[in-house]
């Protein structure tokens, strides 16, 4: 079992930023490809940002390209997501996602609202 808590999520306004991180458990994070999901209200869930293991691929939303920055430190056991020049609709609750061997693991998500 994979165990992922979320933090850093908040109230910013338009334009501001915020970070969020994803503390994951197990000895082989290295081998877990990273996402982040993001769903807001009425909204089915989608996906945001990716990292593979060796954290050399990224891959984003168009959405968000250029102002999210998805990254991941194998030593903490922690995948990063870095959000710049937020805007009203990127408001949503993100989730950490982590894929290991085939399975798809679940934080419990991140409040994330950013107003206009």
């Known amino acids: 079992q994979v165990q992922l808590v979320e933090s850093g999520g908040g109230l910013v306004q338009a334009g501001g930023s915020l970070r969020l991180s994803c503390a994951a458990s197990g000895r082989t994070f290295s081998s877990y490809y990273m996402g982040w999901f993001r769903q807001a209200p009425g909204k089915e869930r989608e996906f945001v940002a990716g990292?593979?293991?060796?954290?050399?691929?990224?891959y984003y939303v168009d959405s968000v390209k250029g102002r999210f920055t998805i990254s991941r430190d194998n030593a903490k056991n922690t995948s990063y997501l870095q959000m710049n020049s937020l805007k009203p609709e990127d408001t949503a609750v993100y989730y950490c996602n982590a894929r290991v061997r085939g399975s798809d693991y679940w934080g419990q998500g991140t409040q994330v609202t950013v107003s206009s």
């Open positions: 990292i593979s293991w060796s954290g050399s691929n990224t």
